[in-house]
């Protein structure tokens, strides 16, 4: 039996998954969870062999509930099930190492066939997902490099941030307030032309800027 957990504030979703899961004889639900707070602790506690993460969830997103998990257990597979498809989510969640991305409204039997190819060491994708991503590395092929012009205090933050640190948590670790935090992470994404944390990790990554 493949042991799954599930990260997702729609209860309507988990009681769904839930009872497909139950019907199959192959995976039993060993934790449900409605947000990613303390995400460690519950994945140390459910001992799943594979997670399913939605990528918007309050206080903590799926996006930096995936770099917590992979720093922690590097192997274990993840797989990011959501209604975004926008590419700055895909490619953020792909590059904080989730192992596969299927959007819901996925059919169940697909549903299943993408945890089977997960645990089994593929990366699935919806097919809109798949076309995106492929877009984008025959886009990385002909795009020349940008420059972004960070200081290295501003290197600094969105190295932090790119490994999964709140903003009170960058604050304590560089020794400055969290009104200065706040200030430095827009002046960076003004210079990123990003509008928020998950898109400056996506373009961090993908642009090898930390």
Sequence with gaps: MIRVAIFDDNVAFTSSMELLLKDSDDYVLCG?????????????????????????????????????????????PILMQTVFEDDDKV???????????????????KVLE????????GAPMSPSIARKVLQFFKTQQTAPAEYFD???REKE????????YSYKMIADVCHISFNTVNAHLRKIYEKLHVNSSQEAISKALRQKIV
């Design 32 to 76: 449900a969870f409605n947000n990613a707070t303390q995400v460690l602790i519950k994945i140390a506690r459910a001992n799943p062999d594979l997670v399913i993460m939605d990528i918007k969830m309050p206080d903590v997103s799926g996006i930096e509930a995936v770099i917590a998990i992979r720093k922690e257990y590097p192997h274990l």
């Design 91 to 109: 490619f953020a969640a792909i590059c904080a190492g989730a192992s596969g991305y299927i959007l819901k409204g996925t059919t169940p039997q």
């Design 114 to 121: 993408a945890i089977a190819e997960v645990y089994a060491g």
């Design 150 to 152: 960070l200081s290295n």
């Design 157 to 164: 933050i969105l190295k932090y941030l790119v490994d999964g």
